[in-house]
């Protein structure tokens, strides 16, 4: 089945520590996004790429890295100067970015900090 | 300023009933996309409609229409013959063309609750 996935699902960091989010997807889209949720709150974008080797920040990027060097691949790591990680993550992807593409959402990792 | 604004926290609606989730969003762009999305307690994010800034008419999916006021800049989700399944909270989302930045920009949701 297409879709996208997301590993893990819960993750414990300890304070300093930096962690990586997976992201795979094998629907063939161009773009994919990273989002962050905070409870009862909405998405916010972290980082995009449209393109493999090409990515942009969003409006929370600061802490967090990324990386584009496969199609289907979009790891986000957690660094130690993101002092607020506790939050559940969003990845997603779409066919393209023009304006009436959907896009397909992970299951999502749920990052605690111990 | 708040590109997409959705103004109702939670609503309440009992089971068979029809409810309006509101959306008004904010953009000079003219060509743009606007999506609903459906995230139940799971916390995956289900896409649920579409309405293109240019369509002439508002978008439909089964049991979901778009109320789609593009001088009023909104877009309210209309689910009807609501469904015990239906809790969960709901997200308006804007995509636009020629910002630059293609990605979906999320309002801050309103949790859906119906009641049997």
């Known amino acids: 089945d297409g879709g996208i996935t997301q590993s893990p699902k819960y993750l414990f960091r300890k304070e300093g520590q930096n962690v990586t989010l997976s992201c795979e997807q094998n629907l063939n889209h161009d773009a994919m996004y990273w989002y962050r949720q905070d409870p009862g709150q909405g998405l916010r974008l972290i980082y995009y790429s449209q393109i493999v080797n090409d990515f942009q920040k969003g409006d929370i990027a600061e802490g967090y890295s990324v990386s584009r060097e496969k199609k289907e691949s979009f790891p986000l790591t957690v660094t130690s100067a993101q002092k607020n990680p506790t939050a559940f993550y969003l990845c997603?992807?779409?066919?393209?970015?023009?304006?009436?593409?959907?896009?397909?959402f992970g299951q999502g990792t749920r990052l605690t900090v111990v | 300023a708040q590109k997409i604004t959705q103004t109702q926290p939670g609503m309440f609606v009992q089971e068979k009933e029809a409810v309006t989730l509101d959306c008004t969003y904010d953009?000079?762009?003219?060509?743009?996309?606007l999506f609903w999305y459906k995230q139940p307690s799971s916390g995956e994010m289900i896409f649920l409609i579409y309405q293109g800034s240019y369509d002439q008419q508002n978008a439909t999916e089964g049991r979901y229409s778009l109320n789609f006021q593009k001088a009023r800049k909104s877009a309210n989700l209309v689910i009807s013959a609501s469904q015990l399944g239906d809790s969960a909270m709901y997200f308006c989302?804007?995509?636009?063309?020629?910002?630059?930045?293609?990605?979906?920009?999320f309002g801050s949701g309103t949790r859906l609750q119906v009641q049997p």
């Open positions: 953009t000079s762009d003219p060509s743009y996309g």
């Open positions: 989302a804007m995509r636009e063309k020629d910002t630059g930045r293609r990605a979906l920009t």
């Open positions: 997603a992807s779409s066919i393209g970015s023009i304006t009436g593409t959907e896009a397909f």
